[in-house]
Structures are given as structure tokens and as C-alpha cells.
């Protein structure tokens, strides 16, 4: 069974500039949640998504969005991008939410310049 | 590789002996443990967990313990393999629906 495919796996962006990030979970889940991952803060979550609904959200800007389609795969939006916006973006997916054990793809590592 | 964390604490062990990474986690409230091993260019991958009702818990080669009365958890690896070699991460979850990472050791293994 595949895992988790996250794209692109490389990003260089500039600031001001707008990004997304695509998701596909494992065949058969349907809940994903978004992390960001940097050296100095390590995993911070984002938010995670169920049949196609924001359950939960991090503490995060508003330039930060999702959205999940009906195929359960998950996009992540950075609007008007920061130079600390530079981090390694992790999707988990499991197959219903509030399930501990989550399975993450390898992340998208953003550089914004 | 992608470097998670270019300030984390390290360990560094020599190949077949025991490792012990420890965690302290924040919340009293937290009902349930999990550890996550994570190797360069990858993601975070799930190793073992353990409820609060328990204190320890044994997988293959991988011991967690847990602490509650002073918030503690350790994860112990027999025989430590050169394959060992990763980011470990402890999480908690504080009886919501969302894990609280820590901030991750690097484990180093030299022959």
C-alpha cells in the first residue's frame, strides 16, 4: 500500500509570493493533518481535515489555510510568504481523526528567500 | 539529507550498546505517550506507545517508560544499530485531538 505523498518535495519561494502544498494520504484515510516543522521550534501543528472540514486548527496566522476534497486529499496554502515561513511542511494522515498514531510523508521543504 | 534540527540535543552511542533517550512532557492531563523516529529526508515515523495506566511497554529492541509522577518518558533501544541513527521525537496527547510534539534528540551511532 503506498504511504503518504507529499508534492512538491523541494520549494524556493520569495518573499510575498503565495505556495501550495499537496497531500495524498494513504488509501483509505480520511483524516489529514498539517505540521510545520523548524529547527527551533520543532513540530508545530497546523490543522487537520476530515470529510472535506477543518476540525482542528494550530495557533497559526490566517495566511496559513487548507482545504481537503472529496478524495480525501489535502492541499495547504501560504499566502504572502515571510522569510520565517522557511520550514520542512509535514502531512500526517490516519484513517479517522483523534486516532494517535499517524502516518507522515516525507514533507515539502519550503525556502522562502 | 534535511537537517530537523540543528540544535538538538545529541547522543551519541557506539553500535550494540543501549540507548536511552528521555523526554519530559509538559501536561498532567496527558493520557497517552507515543514516539516517533525520523530519518533524514524523511518523515516522522511511528515506533511505539503507551497509555498512562502503564509504565512500561516493550516492542522489538524498544523499551518506553513512563513516569508520571515526575512527567518522564524514556525510550530505550537494545543493541543499538548503525540504522538506529535518527531524530527521535516523544508526543503527548493532553486529551485532545492533537499530539504535542517535543522538540526531538539526535541519536548517533559509530561503529
Known amino acids: 500500500k503506498a504511504g503518504v505523498t507529499q508534492t512538491p518535495r523541494y520549494l524556493i519561494k520569495t518573499r510575498g509570493q503565495q505556495v501550495t502544498l499537496s497531500c495524498s494520504p494513504i488509501s483509505g484515510h480520511r483524516s489529514v493533518s498539517w505540521y510545520q516543522q523548524t529547527p527551533g521550534q520543532g513540530l508545530q501543528f497546523l490543522f487537520e481535515?476530515?470529510?472535506?472540514?477543518?476540525?482542528n486548527k494550530g495557533n497559526f496566522p490566517g495566511r496559513f489555510s487548507g482545504r481537503q476534497f472529496s478524495n480525501s486529499r489535502s492541499e495547504m496554502n501560504v499566502s504572502t510568504l515571510e522569510l520565517g515561513d522557511s520550514a520542512l511542511y509535514l502531512c500526517a494522515s490516519s484513517l479517522v481523526p483523534g486516532e494517535n498514531i499517524q502516518y507522515f510523508g516525507a514533507g515539502t521543504r519550503l525556502s522562502v528567500l | 539529507g534535511e537537517s530537523v534540527g540543528l540544535h538538538l540535543p545529541t547522543l551519541s552511542v557506539q553500535e550494540g550498546d543501549n540507548s536511552i533517550i528521555n523526554c519530559a512532557y509538559s501536561n498532567s492531563a496527558s493520557d497517552y505517550f507515543i514516539w516517533y523516529k525520523q530519518e533524514s529526508g524523511k518523515g516522522p515515523q511511528f515506533i511505539i506507545d503507551i497509555r498512562s495506566n502503564m509504565d512500561k511497554r516493550q516492542g522489538q529492541r524498544v523499551t518506553v517508560l513512563l513516569n508520571k509522577t515526575v512527567k518522564h518518558l524514556s525510550l530505550q533501544i537494545a543493541a543499538t544499530q548503525p540504522g538506529d541513527s535518527a531524530v527521535y521525537f516523544c508526543a503527548e496527547n493532553p486529551n485532545t485531538d492533537k499530539l504535542i510534539f517535543g522538540t526531538g534528540t539526535r541519536l548517533q551511532v559509530f561503529p
Open positions: 481535515y476530515f470529510s472535506e472540514t477543518q476540525r
